[in-house]
């Protein structure tokens, strides 16, 4: 069978460009052996972090890797039978043949209430982080004010529900007026634009107490100037750090330390790799129960066939999306 897939035919230089991938038919002999499926890809899944990892590609070798949702159209595999959908870490590709160890879910038992691409997105690696972000790093209490930087972002447009859903007021920052009327209208208290107000005028206007947690996607001066507005005892998750990914010079920040110590604020990074995977199964269950609830949804920007890829993952670095992006097979 044929099929195709997105290898790094350039070393980025700053912001990717186009030219930087290649598409590459490649084929798989639909003759199984014991414990292999055959799996062809239905959405696969543009994120920040895809960026950051680019240090470690290699130029004409690599295909670019993360997470797709897929089906299984032949199989000798038990576990997962024909008709099986998955979440597979198999990278930017059309199809395959695997033995069950790239698999990370099995969603056959989504709401019906969602999109299919939810799997991908609430129901995947963007639900599972905001949550593990919010409830077991934050740990906000009801009336909290949560601070949530890209919150127009994947993640940031389920933190705000999910904050919203254990009490918190929800301030999101954004990069432009569709994106605060876009987060507003998914359940944010407030937002504003920081490329048109300052951190500081913004939270003296939004949180003159202060803010009570803060879920960081970008990094950079931006969380540094957020230490200043945060409450005694504060906490911070550190999820990405978008603002730097592009870098083609170190990044440099203003140092946070004595903001820390003075405020007792508590900072913890997390990652996909490591702390989400032994929590994802009951994880997945609340989520779940809050989308057939009505309380969770999945807001995305979907673009459809693999060549459309890389122009795709390149316009969300530049924050062209509304929520999760996706692309359709």
Not at 66 to 77: A, I, P, W
Not at 113 to 118: D, Q
Request: aromatic share 10%; net charge neutral; charged share 20%.
């Amino acid at each position: 069978m044929k099929f195709k897939k997105i290898i790094y035919a350039r070393k980025f230089d700053g912001n990717p460009k186009v030219s930087d991938f290649e598409v590459v038919e490649y084929h798989v002999a639909d003759d199984l052996k014991d414990d292999e499926f055959l799996y062809e890809a239905l959405y696969i899944s543009c994120d920040p972090y895809l960026r950051l990892l680019a240090h470690t590609y290699v130029v004409g070798e690599t295909s670019i890797p993360g997470y797709q949702l897929s089906k299984v159209t032949k199989s000798n595999n038990r576990k997962y039978p024909v008709g099986s959908i998955l979440v597979l870490n198999v990278g930017w590709r059309s199809g395959g043949i695997s033995n069950g160890s790239d698999v990370l879910y099995i969603r056959n038992d989504l709401p019906s209430n969602v999109p299919l691409s939810a799997g991908m997105g609430i129901f995947g690696m963007t639900g599972l982080t905001g949550y593990y972000g919010v409830d077991r790093v934050l740990r906000p209490k009801s009336g909290d004010t949560l601070l949530v930087s890209g919150a127009a972002g994947a993640i940031g447009s389920v933190v705000g529900q999910i904050g919203k859903i254990l009490g918190c007021r929800c301030i999101g920052s954004c990069g432009s007026e569709e994106k605060i009327k876009f987060v507003k209208s998914i359940g944010y208290d407030d937002a504003f634009n920081y490329k048109t107000e300052s951190v500081t005028e913004a939270l003296q206007r939004l949180a003159p107490e202060g803010v009570d947690c803060y879920f960081d996607n970008v990094g950079g001066d931006f969380a540094s100037q957020v230490l200043s507005h945060m409450k005694k005892r504060g906490r911070v998750a550190v999820c990405g750090a978008v603002s730097s990914y592009n870098a083609t010079e170190p990044a440099r920040a203003l140092i946070m330390q004595p903001m820390m110590f003075l405020k007792s604020i508590v900072m913890e990074g997390f990652n996909i790799f490591d702390d989400i995977p032994p929590h994802a199964d009951e994880m997945y269950a609340v989520l779940r129960k809050w989308a057939e609830e009505g309380k969770l949804k999945q807001y995305e920007y979907v673009t459809e066939g693999i060549e459309s890829l890389p122009s795709t993952f390149i316009g969300m670095l530049q924050g062209k999306n509304l929520g999760k992006t996706v692309v359709k097979i």
